[in-house]
C-alpha cells in the first residue's frame, strides 16, 4: 500500500526555524514528484512546490519561493519543507502528497499525506 | 499563473439531488489537465477526477467530470450524505499547480 505519514503537529514561537517531513512507504520514492500544500485555518488549499526526489529537481510556486526551502532525501524515502523563521502568518495545516503517476512533472496529487498542523504564536 | 474560480461558493442541497459545480480558468488548461477533490472536516482531500473527466480509482460512478479549455464542472449526480463537503479543482498544466477556492456543497 502506497502510503505518506507526516510528522507530527508542531507549535512554535515567530522567528523559530522549523523543518517538517513526509515519509513515503510501498513505492519507489525516488521516482515520484511529491509536492507540499498549505490549507489557512479555514481557508482553501494552496499550491507550494514539489520535488523530484530522484534529482531533487523542485519547482516552487512564486506565493512560497523564498519564504520556504523544500527537500528531499531520497535514501530514507523522506520529504522535507522547512522555515528558517516563521511567521504568526505559517499558521496552517500543511499537507504532503505524491504525483499519481512516475516521473511525471505534470499530474495530479494522489495520494495524500494525513497532514501537519503548524501553530505559530508567541 | 492560471487563476481558478469556483462556482457557487456554497451550495445547498438536499440528499437525492444532482449537484453541479463549476471551475473556470483565467486561462486555457492544456490537455484538459485538471483534477477534483473532495474534502471533509478533518480530513486530507481525496482525489476524485483528474484529466478533467477519469474517476479515480473506487470513486462511485455519481461524480464525473467534464470540461476542456477554460470551462470544467463536476457533478454528482445523486447526492449521498457522505458528499457533502468542500469540493476544489486543481490545474496541473502549468506550474504553478494552482487550487481553485472550493465549492462547498452543504445539506439543505
Known amino acids: 500500500e502506497v502510503q505518506l505519514v507526516q510528522s507530527g503537529a508542531e507549535v512554535k514561537k515567530p522567528g523559530e526555524s522549523l523543518k517538517i517531513s513526509c515519509k513515503g512507504s510501498?513505492?519507489?520514492?525516488?521516482?515520484?514528484?511529491i509536492g507540499w500544500v498549505r490549507q489557512m485555518p479555514g481557508k482553501g488549499l494552496e499550491w507550494m512546490g514539489i520535488?523530484?526526489?530522484?534529482?531533487?529537481?523542485?519547482r516552487y510556486s512564486p506565493s512560497f519561493q523564498g519564504q520556504v526551502t523544500i527537500s528531499a532525501d531520497k535514501s530514507i524515502s523522506t520529504a522535507y519543507l522547512q522555515w528558517s523563521s516563521l511567521k504568526a502568518s505559517d499558521t496552517a495545516m500543511y499537507y504532503c502528497?505524491?504525483?499519481?503517476?512516475?516521473?511525471?512533472?505534470?499530474?495530479?496529487?494522489?495520494?495524500w499525506g494525513q497532514g501537519t498542523l503548524v501553530t505559530v504564536s508567541s | 499563473e492560471i487563476v481558478l474560480t469556483q462556482s457557487p461558493g456554497t451550495l445547498s442541497l438536499s440528499p437525492g439531488e444532482r449537484a453541479t459545480l463549476s471551475c473556470r480558468a483565467s486561462?486555457?488548461?492544456?490537455?484538459?489537465?485538471l483534477a477534483w477533490y473532495q474534502q471533509t472536516p478533518g480530513q486530507a482531500p481525496r482525489l476524485l477526477i483528474y484529466?478533467?473527466?477519469s474517476r479515480a480509482t473506487g470513486i462511485p460512478d455519481r461524480f464525473s467530470g467534464s470540461g476542456s479549455g477554460t470551462d470544467f464542472s463536476l457533478t454528482i449526480s445523486r447526492l449521498e450524505p457522505e458528499d457533502f463537503a468542500v469540493y476544489y479543482c486543481?490545474?496541473?498544466?502549468?506550474?504553478?499547480?494552482?487550487f481553485g477556492p472550493g465549492t462547498k456543497v452543504d445539506i439543505k
Open positions: 486561462q486555457s488548461v492544456r490537455s484538459s489537465y
Open positions: 510501498g513505492y519507489n520514492f525516488a521516482n515520484y514528484w
Open positions: 520535488i523530484y526526489p530522484g534529482d531533487s529537481d523542485t
Open positions: 502528497a505524491r504525483h499519481s503517476t512516475v516521473g511525471t512533472t505534470h499530474n495530479w496529487f494522489d495520494p
Open positions: 486543481q490545474q496541473y498544466g502549468s506550474s504553478p499547480f494552482t
Open positions: 484529466g478533467a473527466s
